[in-house]
């Protein structure tokens, strides 16, 4: 007898990644010389977890009363507020945003699905994308379907989104967008100015078709050579027009990727539509995790707002950015003249190698030590997980490894 629902009976449990790391860890441990580029954590020069010492005295001054307390559905609302002004500052969007804590960016993807998107209906996204867009879509009987993500001259395909966003636009009536930007994960492309004016005007021009929701996933913010700031000077255009949501999270950007700290924010000049997304929001917050970590959301707003503690936090995270540019500059150094191919990549922590055939590219790696992820494509390789020193041997073993 069969107690699984037939849509659950043939999910996939392990993940490569994990399946990965753990053999990396075990031949380390066993005396061999491994480059584990499989991490998706910063970890420093000696392979330890970075983290921002700042951010863990915050934890441990968390009162006891506060921590063990449930927090409001919602979220605290000091957390709220704080999470609202590092995006928006003084920006107006301030003003008419709106936001519930999640567990992690994860949760903020989460809730963007369920609350914009019938069932059964299609999310877009880039054609390289984070594997747990796909996992989220079909945990919530969603579906994910992709645009080309870059064209010939490796810049954002502007015009494959418009072509697959009127489509979806046709079929359902409605879209929601994910889009990961700045460092994104997998290929650590960041769009740059034009980028965002393309996708904007193809957004604006399809939001006469029906609604479109945007959400722009910003978990490496922190790590990117530039603010939001520009990304927003671009969206504002599509205020009251699309639906623009922000998945925040403080995994990356507070290296604690065990807090499960996050948020949804959504911009609604509207003050109607604020108060019914708002709603609709905190009941969704409900109706999965009731309510998320209560120390973390105190711990996090006290570095968001006391100025002392947001000084000491920002410059540890400075130092930690400082090591992992270094790498990306190393790589740059090596990778682009030795004919490896990847995207634009100016910080973040990964980046992605194209090559035709990943998995074997990637299996020839592991036998000499060398473990990155084989992903669509290509190789991803986890720069924030490598330290510089061993780049060389990297760039040079994946030159081997990928050359046609
Ligand atoms: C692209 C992207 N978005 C969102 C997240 C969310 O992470 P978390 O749920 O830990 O905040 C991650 C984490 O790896 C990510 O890579």
Redesign the pocket.
Known sequence: MEFLIPSRTARPADDPIFALNAEAQARKKAGETVINATV?ALLDDDGKLAVIETVVEALRAVAPEVGAAYAPIAGSPAFLEAVIADLFGSRPEAQQAVAVAT?????A?RHAITNFLEPQQTLLTTSTY?GPYKTLADESDRNLATFRMLDERGRLDVSDLDKKLQGILDAQGRALVFL?TPCH?PTGYSFDDDDWAGAVEVIDRATARGPVSVLV?V?YAKYAQTSLDGAFDRLKKLSGRAMVLV?W?A?KSFTQ?GLRV?ALVAVCPDAEERRRVQSALVYSCRGTWSNCNAAGMAAISRVLTDPELRERVDRERAALKALLDKRVACWNELAAPAGVKYPRYDGGFFTTVFCAEPQKAAARLREEGIFVVPAQGGLRVALCSVAERDVPRLVDGIRRATAS
């Open positions: 998706g567990p992690g960016g994860s949760g993807l984070w990961n994960n996933d978990a998945a999270s995994s990727y996050g």
